[in-house]
């Protein structure tokens, strides 16, 4: 299994990125699909994960972020939206398999069975 991220970057204080993880070795709807972070001296964090029938997100990010997939290309993406210096983060996919139709998505990295490199956002004020 690999998930590939992509499109990090340099952006000023409210700007736009938008991150792609690309999936391979793995029959991707069967797979809760979620980008976590890591800034500097700080634990890695949940940032939004989804499935085909919906998805969650960190309480402070929503609104801003957005996340999707596109099962054809099995491929997440993060879009992220009135970006802040404190999203400076390395910005990380993850994805855990789905044990059944009701189970919640998943928040705790410890749930998440393969994960990205990851990709490194700046944001500059």
């Known amino acids: 299994v690999q998930l590939q991220a992509s499109g990090g970057g340099l952006v000023q204080a409210g700007g736009s990125l938008r991150l792609s993880c690309a999936a391979s070795g793995l029959f991707f709807d069967s797979y809760v699909m979620a980008w976590f972070r890591q800034a500097p001296g700080k634990e890695r964090e949940f940032v939004a994960a989804?499935?085909?029938?919906?998805?969650t997100y960190a309480d402070p990010l929503k609104g801003r972020f957005t996340i999707s997939r596109d099962s054809a290309k099995n491929t997440v993406y993060l879009q992220m939206n009135s970006l802040k210096p404190e999203d400076t983060a390395v910005y990380y996919c993850?994805?855990?398999?789905?044990?059944?139709?009701?189970?919640?998505?998943?928040?705790?990295?410890?749930?998440?069975?393969?994960w990205g490199q990851g990709t490194l956002v700046t944001v500059s004020s």
């Open positions: 993850a994805a855990a398999p789905i044990r059944s139709i009701i189970m919640t998505i998943p928040t705790e990295d410890s749930e998440y069975r393969y």
């Open positions: 989804n499935r085909r029938s919906g998805g």
